[in-house]
């Protein structure tokens, strides 16, 4: 770390240091001889003030590999209050490192650009069946996500309609926002003439167009699933949508509120977000560790 003072800029000297109990990590602190300011090397780190902070990457691990909050901190040894804040804390910070990241790859010019990509939407629920969400995800062909959003959609099926009408009034249908967002994000990634594949959902073509004018859209007609694939994975010997469909069963799989037949299921709408981003940075970093 810069040992320069940050409150006047002069150049402060070795003041002491201490073992940091947390994770035994021993930290330099430094004083300023002019205006007796004190700070260390972990003043500006991100995880400041946290006592578990060497539990994070168990944390990490747990939420992204299907289980609950309670279990997980159960195994990890957190309370479950401890988990919630801790969870709400790693997404801020992957969200930033997968933007950091998208952003890196933009840097390195039209040599990095992709040349095909997958769009789809995953349904689930928030509290009750009668209000689904909508989970729109892009990635590309070697499975790696680069973007996904959370948006609220009506019930499906009439009854189910008329039940949450009267339960929780009329609600919103956000599904185009949510592609929307996804196709803004990845937009300056892809190639000009991208190769987009999705299923033969209506509503894409006329979103895609808005975004991406010169991409050619490629449909295919959606099969029948396998119990095996979590509902996701189609029964044939080859799924042109493989890409998306594989990626959609591995998030239910190892989000524990995204199994099918699951009581974890999500209360709020803002944590499931968050565990999405811990299971994406974890998914994506599995990825490049065995591409490299």
């Known amino acids: 770390m810069n040992s320069n003072c940050e409150s006047c800029g002069r150049r402060g000297g070795l003041n002491s240091s201490y073992m940091r109990r947390c994770d035994g990590r021993k930290i330099k602190q430094y004083r300023c001889r002019r205006c007796n300011h004190l700070w260390s090397d972990a003043t500006q780190d991100q995880e400041k003030w946290q006592k578990k902070r060497s539990e994070n990457q168990s944390l990490r691990l747990a939420l992204g590999s299907g289980l609950c909050l309670k279990r997980a901190g159960l195994i990890v040894g957190l309370n479950e209050k401890t988990v919630a804040n801790k969870m709400r804390f790693l997404a801020v910070q992957f969200e930033r490192n997968h933007a950091a990241r998208l952003q890196a790859r933009r840097n390195h010019g039209e040599s990095a650009l992709i040349q095909e990509i997958y769009l789809d939407e995953m349904i689930t629920y928030e509290h009750t ?164």
């Open 129 to 292: 069946r009668c209000k689904p969400l909508a989970v729109a995800m892009i990635v590309t062909k070697e499975r790696e996500v680069l973007a996904f959003s959370v948006e609220e959609m009506p019930a499906i099926g009439k009854h189910l309609r008329k039940i949450s009408i009267r339960k929780y009034g009329k609600r919103p249908n956000h599904r185009a926002r949510g592609i929307l967002k996804c196709l803004r994000a990845v937009r300056h990634l892809v190639a000009g003439d991208v190769v987009i594949k999705t299923d033969e959902e209506k509503s894409y073509a006329r979103l895609i167009k808005q975004v991406l004018p010169r991409a050619h859209h490629l449909t295919f007609t959606s099969r029948r699933a396998v119990i095996a694939g979590q509902g996701e994975l189609k029964d044939r010997h080859f799924d042109p949508l493989f890409a998306i469909n594989h990626t959609f069963a591995m998030c239910r799989a190892f989000i524990s509120r995204l199994v099918r037949r699951t009581w974890a299921n999500t209360k709020k709408l803002q944590r499931f977000r968050a565990h999405l981003w811990i299971y994406v940075d974890l998914h994506n970093s599995r990825l490049f560790d065995r591409m490299s």
